[in-house]
């Protein structure tokens, strides 16, 4: 069984940090894609951030020169560094990863979400 564990959310002011992790843990074979997603009250889900097994990175506009996304891959964890964070960042953040276990084909996997909430 594959689990996806996001942690780090919280309360903060507005232009203040948080840095978000999740840990991939399980029967894991190989990892692909990693990304951070969000979903804000009455919006649907959105992307935030993804990460391949390479390293190479993806933002979304809202997000850039604000967020960075990182992994570390010997570790199965992925981080989201959030800096200068605004009141309309303010959601659940959930956390994907594309991965091949030991015994299942390549598939999706989503943690169970983090509240982070910016106040004005």
């Known amino acids: 069984q594959v689990q996806l564990v996001e942690s780090g959310g919280g309360l903060v002011q507005a232009g203040g940090s948080l840095r978000l992790s999740c840990a991939a843990s399980?029967?894991?074979?190989?990892?692909?894609?990693m990304g951070w997603y969000r979903q804000a009250p009455g919006k649907q889900r959105e992307l935030v951030a993804t990460?391949?097994?390479?390293?190479?990175?993806n933002y979304a506009d809202s997000v850039k020169g604000r967020f960075t996304i990182s992994r570390d891959n010997a570790k199965n964890t992925m981080y989201l560094q959030m800096n200068s964070l605004k009141p309309e960042d303010t959601a659940v953040y959930y956390c994907?990863?594309?991965?091949?276990?030991?015994?299942?084909?390549?598939?999706?996997?989503w943690g169970q979400g983090t509240q982070v909430t910016v106040s004005s």
């Open positions: 990460i391949s097994g390479g390293g190479s990175t």
């Open positions: 994907g990863a594309e991965l091949t276990t030991a015994w299942g084909p390549l598939r999706a996997y």
């Open positions: 399980g029967s894991i074979f190989s990892i692909n894609v």
